[in-house]
């Protein structure tokens, strides 16, 4: 009787499994092939932090859950921002950021890439948002005091994280390539409009 029963059970989680993992290839297949349209994919993620904003400002309430969504997107944007290999630490074989003039360019390289930040920022908000249907998530917070503390974490954050760029001369954005003004006839021959 028992290796009946077992049988059965083992089945239906086998089958259970063979779904589950159908629907993970299904899901990568879709966000592999979203990961070439970028401003298709954030426009879908602002889309959906407007919905969560109107849905805590509906139901006002959930100020701790939007607080700690801040708090863990501010610390996404850090990662974001930052080179992959940090400057201030000890050297290493991977590719470093130039410091001089002589330095080979080699190209900023993120500690946390597009499309990891994107997911991670969609995927919060899409937490974020499930919570809110649940009462023992709503605690009675004055909403304003966590709002300002979040705006002074955030600006000495950013702070610190633009006195580093300044520090060792990075910009982690692509503005595109460089453009070169050409040689102007009244220009003199010894001046050029690229400095080494």
């Known amino acids: 009787m028992e290796g009946v029963g077992d049988d059965g059970a083992s089945t239906a989680a086998a089958a259970l499994n063979q779904r589950r993992h159908e629907a993970s290839k299904l899901f990568q297949h879709y966000l592999d092939k979203s990961t070439p349209h970028a401003l298709n994919r954030w426009i879908g993620t602002f889309v959906l932090v407007f919905v969560y ?3 805590v400002y509906y139901v006002q309430g959930f100020y701790i859950v939007s607080y700690g969504l801040g708090i863990y997107i501010l610390n996404l944007l850090i990662g974001f921002l930052s080179p992959l290999v940090d400057p201030e630490m000890e050297p290493s074989d991977g590719p470093m950021l130039p410091t001089k003039g002589s330095d080979e360019f080699k190209p900023f390289i993120r500690r946390l890439p597009e499309f990891k930040f994107w997911y991670a920022i969609t995927k919060a908000f899409c937490v974020a948002f499930f919570m809110t249907f649940f ?3 709503d605690v009675p ?3 304003p005091i966590l709002l300002c503390y979040w705006v002074v974490l955030f600006v000495l954050t950013m702070k610190r994280q633009i006195m580093h760029m300044i520090k060792y001369k990075y910009i982690p954005f692509n503005l595109g ?3 070169y003004g050409g ?4 220009a003199s021959t010894s001046s050029s409009p690229r400095a080494d």
């Open 135 to 137: 009462s023992m998530f």
């Open 141 to 143: 917070v004055f909403w």
């Open 53 to 55: 904003a109107l849905r």
């Open 183 to 186: 040689k102007k006839a009244s």
């Open 177 to 179: 390539k460089q453009k």
